[in-house]
């Protein structure tokens, strides 16, 4: 799939010294830039979702000290 893009002459001097200084062709910036993008939004809202599921199980974490202090004892 193709498309087309406007950009003001600063912005593509910006995404033109982007790729140029990645060695990226000027498509396969936008398109490393996209996917980034969605990748990051993606992790955060599986993230989000993952903490309310914690916080709305009621459950509370152990700090690592005391985690490893329990190892301790056990051996």
Do not use: C
């Not at 087309?4 to 982007?18: H, M, P, Q, V």
């Not at 200084?21 to 398109?31: D, G, M, N, V």
Request: charged fraction near 35%; hydrophobic fraction near 40%; aromatic fraction near 14%.
């Amino acid at each position: 799939m193709a498309f087309s893009i406007r950009l003001t002459e600063d912005e593509r001097n910006l995404a033109e010294s982007y790729a140029k200084l990645h060695s990226f062709s000027l498509a396969e910036a936008f398109k490393r830039a996209l996917f980034e993008k969605i990748e990051d939004e993606y992790d955060i809202a599986v993230a989000e979702s993952a903490y309310k599921e914690y916080v709305d199980s009621g459950r509370k974490s152990t700090p690592a000290q005391d985690f490893w202090r329990e190892l301790d004892e056990e051996v």
